[in-house]
């Protein structure tokens, strides 16, 4: 029943895409690894999340702070100007229901010139193109994002085989400094929706 108190407000305001599309992914959800309703769980906390960042003083948390969850699991990545942006950006997180862990790679910087941020969109959109066309990767189940060259990969992963595939396809990109990867295996116990 909870579910519906998301979808059909969002479905009668044209927001369903967000559930399905899930930000930049390209596939629908019921083809992901986790179920609907989880996936309609994460959208209403990344959605909770951004409404708490947008009702705050720190305004550079929602332009500056992207927000992905899986399963409860929130990865917070972007860059902010001040450590009490990044402690507030996790305080909030942690306040909304639903949130079983708080990934903070939030950096404090001012690296986030125009330049970086081309360059981090095309290293995202490689890494995604690559994983699309790979055999054995089951791409729809993860999220990457790219902060100052540094890709960050979420999800869950069919077996240990497919995340090293993921790993070196990440690691093999043009200008990727580091990845570093909070993606699950499909059978860990520690998920708990198995």
Request: aromatic letters at 8%; charged letters at 20%; glycine letters at 6%.
């Amino acid at each position: 029943m909870k579910y519906w108190l998301i979808v059909l407000p969002m479905m009668l305001s044209g927001c369903i895409p967000l559930l399905v599309a899930g930000g930049t992914e390209t596939a629908a959800v019921v083809a992901q690894e986790r179920s609907v309703g989880n996936a309609i769980d994460d959208a209403g906390i990344v959605i909770q999340i951004k409404t708490r960042f947008a009702n705050k003083d720190y305004k550079d948390l929602l332009a500056n702070v992207e927000v992905k969850s899986v399963e409860g699991r929130v990865l917070l990545t972007g860059n902010v100007n001040k450590p009490e942006s990044q402690i507030e950006a996790v305080r909030l997180t942690w306040q909304v229901e639903g949130v079983k862990e708080v990934i903070n790679e939030i950096q404090i910087s001012d690296q986030a010139g125009i330049w970086n941020y081309t360059r981090d969109v095309w290293i995202s959109t490689q890494v995604r193109s690559r994983m699309i066309f790979e055999r054995g990767v089951r791409s729809i189940n993860y999220s990457v994002i790219t902060v100052n060259q540094v890709v960050y990969l979420m999800g869950i992963a069919q077996d240990q085989t497919e995340l090293d595939k993921v790993t070196h396809i990440a690691s093999t990109t043009s200008y990727v400094q580091r990845v570093v990867s909070y993606v699950k295996l499909k059978d860990d116990p520690r998920r708990g929706y198995n």
